[in-house]
């Protein structure tokens, strides 16, 4: 399955256990091939490198780098298609857009509101990891 994972989905993915973590290991195991864009990983190491994360970061023993080099790996770099601005409240979220069209995506994760209110974006679903989860693995579908 082609699925383009949001910014948010994937640092809670990298960070912390849950639906976002087994995602990333549906990945890492092929049941998932992942897409990214190069803006989408510039985004996910300026999140990554948020005081907020710090801590996390320690704890854990590595580096924002080093979590972006290993996302890089894992998934494959499309070239973003160019679009008509969508979520006007959050320009940002067009680059997830973008990217999943250009992915040809199957589907669209995240935990963002304004991606997750469209439902779909020209024909691909928009989910929450938990729901992605119950559509591969129905029996892995206990927590958001």
């Given at each position: 399955?082609?699925?383009?994972?949001?910014?948010?989905?994937?640092?809670?993915?990298?960070?912390?256990?849950?639906?976002?973590?087994?995602?990333?290991?549906?990945?890492?195991?092929?049941?998932?091939?992942?897409?990214?864009?190069?803006?989408?990983?510039?985004?996910?190491?300026?999140?990554?490198?948020?005081?907020k994360f710090a801590q996390r970061l320690a704890l854990a023993g590595v580096s924002a780098n080093?979590?972006?080099?290993?996302?890089?790996?894992?998934?494959?770099?499309?070239?973003?298609?160019?679009?008509?601005?969508?979520?006007?409240?959050?320009?940002?979220?067009?680059?997830?857009?973008?990217?999943?069209?250009?992915?040809?995506?199957?589907?669209?994760?995240?935990?963002?509101?304004?991606?997750?209110?469209?439902?779909?974006?020209?024909?691909?679903?928009?989910?929450?990891?938990?729901?992605?989860?119950?559509?591969?693995?129905?029996?892995?579908?206990?927590?958001?």
């Open positions: 399955m082609r699925v383009v994972v949001d910014t948010n989905t994937l640092v809670s993915g990298l960070l912390w256990h849950g639906s976002p973590r087994r995602v990333l290991d549906a990945a890492r195991a092929g049941t998932l091939q992942l897409y990214t864009t190069a803006v989408l990983l510039a985004e996910l190491e300026e999140v990554l490198q948020r005081p080093t979590l972006v080099l290993g996302y890089t790996a894992l998934a494959q770099l499309v070239k973003p298609a160019e679009l008509t601005p969508v979520v006007l409240t959050d320009p940002d979220d067009d680059e997830v857009l973008a990217c999943a069209f250009a992915a040809r995506a199957e589907i669209i994760v995240s935990g963002d509101s304004h991606l997750l209110d469209l439902k779909n974006y020209e024909g691909i679903p928009i989910v929450t990891a938990a729901q992605l989860l119950t559509r591969i693995t129905p029996e892995q579908s206990d927590d958001t």
